[in-house]
């Protein structure tokens, strides 16, 4: 069951232009991390949200955690080539086991 | 350092081969992961590594073996894998595993063994 939604799957822009990106779900979550991954590398933790209705600022990426703590956006400013990636995004189930539950993620694109 | 370092960066290897991926950290980490990752897809969790022990196996096949020799260190053994386990092999390593949230449970990556079986 993919209890994180993400869109849109791709998305291909020109250089300089705006973009946002959305996770969204039904259930509620303590906290969520968004991750980015650039061809042939492993993933990069960017930012982990928290409170709901908080928005954190990375440079030209700014995050939001919605709310009611179930969803999040990346609303990427003036987009470069180096923006280029897959954004994951991801929350984590605490428990005795506990582990991290990835959306399917957004190929983003950033042309020149 | 927050850096997570996997050899060999490539591997090729045939289906009756036996090899080895090596994952290392020097956080003071206690829990370790491996993950299976497919062009465009998410990673894949595979196993966890709590305090040294195996504490998830997400139903992998056992060609797929794990070990887990100090807190510092992570391998996967390989034997007799098939062309579809072709994919990018990532290590990551977080604080600690257990209830709660908060940067306790982040993961940091490994740039990953890219893993072609022929």
């Known amino acids: 069951t993919q209890l994180l939604e993400q869109s849109p799957q791709f998305l291909s822009i020109q250089e300089g232009e705006n973009l946002t990106v959305y996770c969204n779900s039904s259930?509620?979550?303590?906290?969520l991390q968004w991750y980015r991954q650039e061809p042939g590398e492993g993933p990069v933790l960017l930012v982990t949200?928290?409170?709901?209705?908080e928005v954190k600022k990375l440079k030209r990426l700014t995050f939001q955690f919605g709310d009611a703590r179930k969803d999040s956006s990346l609303h990427i400013t003036a987009a470069q080539p180096g923006d280029t990636g897959l954004y994951l995004c991801?929350?984590?189930?605490?428990?005795?086991?506990?582990?991290?539950?990835f959306g399917r993620g957004t190929q983003l694109t950033v042309w020149p | 350092d927050t850096e997570v370092t996997q050899t060999p960066k490539h591997l090729v290897m045939g289906m009756t081969n036996k090899k080895s991926l090596k994952c290392e950290q020097h956080?003071?980490?206690?829990?370790m992961y491996w993950y299976k990752q497919k062009a465009k897809k998410p990673p894949e969790l595979m196993f966890v590594?709590?305090?040294?022990?195996?504490?998830i196996n997400e139903s992998v096949p056992s060609r797929f073996s794990p070990e887990c020799p100090n807190s510092s260190l992570l391998n996967l053994h390989l034997h007799a894998l098939q062309p579809e386990d072709s994919a990018l092999y990532l290590c990551?390593?977080?604080?600690?595993?257990?209830?709660?949230?908060?940067?306790?449970?982040?993961?940091?990556f490994g740039p990953g063994t890219r893993l072609t079986v022929t």
């Open positions: 590594y709590s305090y040294e022990k195996l504490s």
């Open positions: 259930s509620v979550f303590s906290s």
């Open positions: 991801a929350y984590y189930r605490g428990s005795t086991l506990g582990r991290l539950y």
């Open positions: 956080m003071g980490h206690r829990a």
């Open positions: 949200v928290v409170t709901g209705g």
């Open positions: 990551a390593s977080s604080q600690g595993t257990g209830r709660g949230a908060g940067s306790r449970y982040e993961q940091y």
